[in-house]
């Protein structure tokens, strides 16, 4: 059978069965007695075996079904779950991801797992497993034990399908029969040879699996030996006998095939959960009926066709802003009516186009708890990992890109910012470390927050290799902030790790995660109190190409704001505004707000106006997180949803614009970043 066509939905249905695997286990060992994620976590491994054994992928089956032993000693309460049980799942987690990886890189997913395999073993017999490193017992037990098992695992390669055909044609009188044919060595057409034997099968009943493929076998890419499990009411002997008068059969075995081991297993699952469906009937009638209700359907869309169809959406957006400025100098109603339908719906299909690209920021963050355990371990620290806003949505392209950046802060910050618990201790604080990620949005961006409470950053040490590296000169470095100083990590290759570990500190410093985060056309900032930790916070995009807007004038240019940077929207008298410090400011429901002059910032030219008596100051009012600022401009032109369109490479890096839109006249408004502007 050819599974090419299955190779996506099984690397998607993977990645998602291993990850629920990863997640449970981790909860596992917060609760060691609650049998509930034992049986989870053995169904997802079940679940991913038969996949692996139907695509042809033995290596990842033969170590899933290794893991389930473990797993149903562990839910029949014949071993307890402990920190080592722990470590070896997820080293076959890890191996498992590694597989699948190679697969999706277009590889053949092999991988040795003969020593993991008798780590495995040795966890099921309750014994003490041996290291990985301890190479050659392990290893020659694993190979003895797996080729032991080769001629014997058939009905555990096969899928749930075909043991159900298997189990279905027994209860109507046919034999299951597992038959191993080897071919002489000086045989030259052995796909040929194999050919004639299947022909002899089939015309006495059905073929359910061989091995290797049947693909294999007929093109003669084996080594002179193939297996195969079928269905018959013919006698063994009968069959056996037909099968040597082929040409240069040299041996033939049959032996009775045996599903026995499987349907217990299956069926042990099944006891389960029926006694679960009987120990809450309510509960089992409200999830079929809510099933009825709720039981969704979907499908698998290739990412570069949601692309195009936002491209083309876009110039949608462009016609319809421009059939709205012409319908509004005509005084036709239909025209508007239609104009005004057509604004409705296109709103609604731009709502539905943009959600299909965005997706949780979990699926980034889902990695790290794993990755803080194993770091706490490795560096023998306590440390609390905290998630904030994990369902925080962030466009497919930039989640796709973010992940290592992240990853090389929080490994930089359980290295070198969290203490030992006995430094901890003797500086007063508690003695697990504690780490937050927090992502959330603001404006037309989502920012991710890495925190600690560890040592900070030392401005001292900082200072002195900026100064070494010709950054900064002493006079200039006594007179800047700390948080200014901390800015110099990021500088390129600017390092100040004493030695280079495994873990951090590998000589190159941060400015790898600055530039991917720049590329990504975010930024970084770095806040710390040496002494008491440290926030890393990303600014991102969301790459949202249609956005929401509020049009403004400044002077005689038109500017467009987010809408979901704005508070609101305020006229102020003059006497209003008051001054704190030398600069503007305004009393904004109690709160003392800075005003930032649009004007002033992009130094637009005045233009002469008639006397005008009105001394009303236009204000936006916007906010990034706690922080609120007052944006002055000359007027308010109206809403508008607007394409985002890039300035491209000659104009990168404009302060504080993120952009720039077409409007429905032809004129072309830059779009303004609040973020850049908040004080």
């Known amino acids: ?155 555990i390669d096969l899928d749930e399908f075909q043991l159900e055909v298997i189990h279905q044609a027994k209860e109507q009188g046919f034999f299951g029969y597992l038959m191993t044919v080897s071919l002489s060595e000086d045989s030259i057409l052995k796909g040929a040879r194999a050919y004639m034997v299947f022909e002899i ?43 040597y008068k082929v040409s240069e059969v040299e041996h033939v075995e049959v032996s009775s095939f045996s599903t026995t081991g499987v349907k217990e297993e299956q069926n042990s699952v099944e006891k389960e959960r029926a006694a679960v469906e009987v120990k809450n009937p309510e509960k089992k009638e409200a999830t079929q009926e809510e099933s009825k209700h709720h039981q969704t359907k979907t499908i698998r869309v290739n990412l570069e066709r949601i692309d195009d169809l936002l491209n083309i959406f876009e110039e949608v957006v462009i016609d319809r802003g421009r059939l709205e400025v012409i319908s509004e100098g005509m005084d036709n109603q239909e025209l508007k009516e239609t104009v005004e339908h057509l604004s409705r719906v296109s709103s609604e299909m731009q709502s ?35 998630i904030i806003g994990a369902d925080t949505e962030l466009d ?45 949005h603001s404006g037309n961006h989502v920012f991710i927050e890495i925190e600690d409470d560890g040592a900070g950053i030392n401005r001292n040490k900082v200072q002195a290799k900026a100064i070494e590296k010709g950054l900064v000169t002493l006079e200039e470095a006594e007179s800047m ?20 570990s495994d873990i951090s500190g590998r000589g190159v410093g941060l400015d790898v995660v600055k530039s991917k985060i720049e590329s990504l056309g975010g930024q970084i900032n770095i806040e710390t109190k040496e002494g008491s930790g440290s926030i890393f916070s990303i600014q991102l995009p969301l790459t949202l190409s249609i956005i929401a807007t509020l049009l403004v004038k400044v002077s005689s240019e038109t500017y467009a704001i987010p809408l979901s940077s704005i508070i609101e929207t305020v006229l102020l008298d003059e006497s209003q505004i008051m001054t704190a410090h030398g600069k503007p400011v305004m009393d904004f429901r109690g709160q003392v707000i800075p005003l930032v002059s649009l004007s002033d910032i992009f130094q637009v030219p005045a233009i002469e106006e008639n006397e005008n008596t009105d001394t009303y100051t236009a204000i936006v009012v916007v906010k990034k997180g706690d922080k609120l600022t007052g944006l002055i401009v000359d007027s308010f032109i109206g809403q508008k949803e607007v394409v985002l369109k890039s300035l491209g490479n000659y104009l990168r890096d404009v302060f504080a614009i993120s952009g720039a839109t077409i409007l429905g006249d032809g004129e072309v408004a830059l779009i303004i970043d609040p973020n850049a502007l908040i004080i």
């Open 1 to 155: 059978m050819n599974t090419d066509q299955y190779l996506d939905v099984f690397l998607d249905e993977s990645r998602e069965h291993l990850q629920a695997v990863n997640d449970n286990i981790l909860e596992l060992e917060k609760q060691p007695e609650n049998l509930d994620l034992v049986n989870e976590i053995f169904r997802s491994a079940h679940t991913l075996k038969g996949m692996a054994a139907t695509m042809g992928y033995e290596d990842i089956a033969s170590l899933t079904h290794k893991m389930e032993n473990v797993l149903d000693r562990i839910r029949n309460r014949q071993l307890s779950v402990t920190t080592e049980v722990i470590d070896i799942i997820f080293v076959a987690i890890e191996y498992l991801e590694d597989m699948v990886g190679s697969i999706s890189d277009g590889n053949d997913g092999k991988k040795d797992v003969s020593e993991l395999v008798a780590r495995l073993q040795q966890v099921e017999k309750g014994e003490a497993a041996p290291d990985l490193t301890d190479t050659t017992t392990a290893k020659n037990e694993a190979a003895v034990t797996l080729e032991m098992e080769t001629a014997q695992q058939m009905d």
């Open 396 to 440: 497919r392209t930039v989640i796709d890109e973010i992940g290592d950046p992240l990853v090389h802060l929080i490994r930089n910050s359980v290295d070198h910012g969290i203490e030992k618990p006995e430094v901890r201790l003797a500086s007063g604080k508690a003695e697990e470390g504690k780490l937050t990620l927090h992502a959330y």
């Open 481 to 500: 902030t700390d948080v200014e100083i901390a800015q110099f990590i990021l500088a390129s290759g600017f390092s100040t790790a004493d030695k280079v």
């Open 352 to 386: 539905l186009i943009l959600s299909m690209r965005m997706v949780p920021i979990e699926q980034v963050f889902n990695r790290f708890p794993r990755m803080i355990r194993g770091l706490a371990k490795d560096l023998d620290k306590q440390i609390n990992l905290e």
């Open 201 to 243: 099968i089939e015309k006495m009943g059905e073929i359910i699996k061989t091995t290797p493929a049947v693909e294999e076998i007929e093109e003669g890419n084996f080594s002179g030996e193939f297996a195969f499990v079928f269905l018959t009411k013919e006698e063994a002997e009968k069959i056996k006998a037909l099968v």
